[in-house]
Every structure is written in C-alpha cells, then in structure tokens.
C-alpha cells in the first residue's frame, strides 16, 4: 500500500513512451523492451564491435547489448542515463547485460571490471559517471571485482569531430593515467563504456592497461552505433 501511494505522488513513467510502469516493470515498459534492438553479440565472436579493434589493439571479446541509432528508443535512454542523472537505466542496462554475460563461458572468466574514466572536473559537473553503475552491475553478475581507482583520467580533453576520433587516439591516451597497475595484474579485465562509436576513447583506454604485465582485455558496451 505504501508503494501505491508513493506511485501516486512520484509515478514510475517508461523513459521511452511515458506509460506508466507496472510493479514488474523497471525503466521501460514491457512493451518498450521488447522493441530495444537487441545485439545478441555476446554469442557470436567474431562481431560488429570486435571487428573496431581490429589491428588497433588486441581485444579477447568484444560485445554491445543494443544497436545505437540517431533519433531512436536507444539514444534517448543514454541522453536520460548521461546527462539527466537517470542513474538507475545504468543499472537496468548492466542487469540485463550482466545476466547475459554470465551465461556465457567467453565472460565467466573476467576478473575485474573497469569503466572509461572521466576527468574529475567533468565528474564533479555531472556529479557521476554514467559507466559506474553499469560497470558494478555486470561486475556482480560475473563475481568480477570493479574498480575505478586504476584507470584515472588526468586531462580533461574536448568533443572532437569524427576524423579526430580516428586520428587521435594516441593523443586520448597521453590523458590517462594508471594508479596501483599491481591491482590488475595478470587479470582479465572488461573495459566497459556507454557507446562504441570510432572505439578511439576505448582503444586508448585498453592500451594503457595492457601496458600491466600479463593482462589480457575484453570490452562490454550499453550500445554500438550502426
């Protein structure tokens, strides 16, 4: 009955069409969900987004839950999880792609989870990275640790065009900064971010730890762009 009334004062409203949410429901209605378009990348290898790494840097796997188009159902739930401080479609995304992750015998052998960092200036204006959640969620899903204190973003760097995304890795790179690497040694790690574009900011991000004696990486992401 509490629950009722705390519905009617604060309605739980799908992020997608705005209907109000069932007690079963969570983020998105039901009829919502089952029009998210779906990867399934996590059963196939030799995938979409493993294929962006491709003689950039040794990835072991490589997986997105949802496909990513302009002006869809996909885009809004990152603009609300990134900029509107929906924090819980982070966790409903790592739930979801952690239960899938953790049927899969590629993933089960993960031993820490590690999110695309963000510089402090940015995180004290957003007040969050919208990765954590996800990353901890999946993280739990594989008995993974998670860690954010390995992998520290030292500059701040601005938005770049496309072409600088692809040219300009190396310059993402010289922005990161690796804190107690003995931490990660020797462990698999799943790098996990909200969207694969270029792969520029994650390719960076996956040379700098393997620059950690005898680590080996696999990346997980909420969405690929088409």
């Not at 929906?86 to 953790?102: N, T």
């Not at 594989?142 to 954010?148: D, G, H, Q």
């Amino acid at each position: 009955m509490f629950h009722d009334f705390l519905n009617l004062l604060y309605p739980r409203l799908c992020y997608i069409c705005g209907t109000d949410l069932l007690k079963n429901e969570q983020v998105v209605c039901t009829s919502c969900l089952h029009d998210l378009p779906v990867t399934n990348y996590h059963l196939d290898n030799d995938n979409p987004v493993k294929k962006v790494f491709y003689g950039r840097v040794p990835i072991v796997y490589a997986t997105a839950l949802l496909h990513f188009r302009k002006k869809a159902a996909v885009q809004q739930l990152i603009h609300e999880l990134k900029y509107r401080g929906k924090e819980e479609i982070g966790v409903f995304f790592g739930r979801w792609l952690g239960a899938e992750l953790s049927e899969s015998e590629k993933f089960t052998g993960v031993d820490l989870v590690i999110p695309v960092p963000l510089h402090p200036s940015k995180l004290k204006e957003r007040g969050y990275n919208q990765v954590t959640r996800f990353g901890q969620e999946i993280a739990h899903s594989l008995n993974a640790e998670f860690s954010e204190e390995i992998l520290i973003k030292t500059t701040a760097t601005k938005t770049q065009t496309l072409k600088d995304r692809i040219s300009r890795w190396g310059k993402i790179e010289e922005t990161l900064h690796l804190e107690q690497p003995h931490k990660a040694e020797g462990k698999h790690i799943l790098l996990v971010d909200d969207l694969v574009t270029t792969g520029a900011t994650l390719e960076a991000c996956a040379h700098k730890l393997l620059e950690i004696p005898k680590t080996s990486i696999s990346i997980a992401t909420m969405a690929i762009t088409d």
